[in-house]
């Protein structure tokens, strides 16, 4: 098992690619936190790890809250012993263009999105130093990497954020044997992609520039998070995975 013995924590784990993460993470050994504010949606989650014979919890998380992550922290740790792993995952997408973006939009995204993955890493690293080191995968997007001339600006801006606040936490927490890296997935089959597909013909759109022609399946990102999360990447920080079907190789 990849993960055996580890503890980890996943926020936006009730749903997509977090509640995919969480699965892949239980069935590898790993002990699962799930964080978000979908609490039905979360347990159910649960329940399923639980019956495939694995160990988790949800925890009530509100990202953008730095009180609403130790809480949730401390309650995984209080559970489960220790913290390992961290997966930023939550997030939230939006649609229109710079003078279709609110102001109000502008900070709801980059509370979720940017700020959330901050106060997340902010609030593990002192339980990972407590261990030794650790490992936080910050799950960001191809749209955090290149321009967009149909996505949200908002969207993109919160994802370029992410990325460069990866390198420089992996910068400054490397000799503590803390790992930081981040996931940029293209377009996933997911709820939050559905979301953002309601558009007219964005979904077309979309999928035709993407060279492999299709939507990613959320285990093909939990397989990257799941490298990055174990010791076979021990040596690998302040890096960039890209899975998303070729879109930012043109």
């Known amino acids: 098992m990849r993960l055996k ?17 969480g699965r892949m993470f239980a069935k590898e050994g790993a002990k699962v936190a799930l ?12 329940a399923q790890i639980i019956g495939d014979g694995g160990e988790a919890i949800f925890v009530t998380l509100d990202v ?28 939230i997408t939006a649609s229109g263009g710079v003078l279709e973006t609110s102001e109000e939009t502008w ?36 749209m955090g ?6 996505g949200s600006p908002a969207y993109n801006a919160s994802k370029g954020a992410v ?8 910068l400054r927490h490397a000799k503590e044997g803390i790992r930081v890296n981040s996931v940029h997935p293209g377009p996933i089959n997911t ?8 558009a007219p013909d964005r979904e077309s759109m979309v999928i035709s520039r993407t060279p492999m022609g299709r939507r990613g399946e959320p285990d093909e990102v939990a397989y990257g998070v799941l490298f990055l999360a174990s010791d076979e990447a021990s040596y690998i920080t302040g890096s960039a995975l890209v899975i998303d079907g070729g879109y930012v190789a043109q």
Do not use: C, Y
């Open 5 to 21: 013995d580890k503890v980890a924590f996943i926020s936006g784990g009730a749903r997509g690619m977090g509640a995919a993460e």
């Open 35 to 46: 964080g978000d504010l979908r609490e039905e949606l979360g347990k159910e989650v649960v």
């Open 64 to 91: 953008a809250s730095e009180e609403s992550w130790r809480k949730a922290i401390a309650e995984t740790v209080n559970r489960f012993g220790r913290l390992d792993i961290l997966v930023n995952n939550a997030g």
């Open 107 to 142: 900070d709801q995204i980059m509370d979720v999105n940017a700020k959330g993955v901050f106060l997340g890493t902010k609030v593990a690293i002192p339980e990972m130093r407590k261990i030794g080191g650790g490992s936080i995968i910050n799950i960001s997007s191809q």
């Open 145 to 150: 990497l290149v321009g967009s001339d149909t």
């Open 163 to 170: 990325h460069i606040f990866t390198m420089s936490a992996a």
């Open 191 to 198: 709820p939050m992609l559905d979301e953002g597909f309601v």
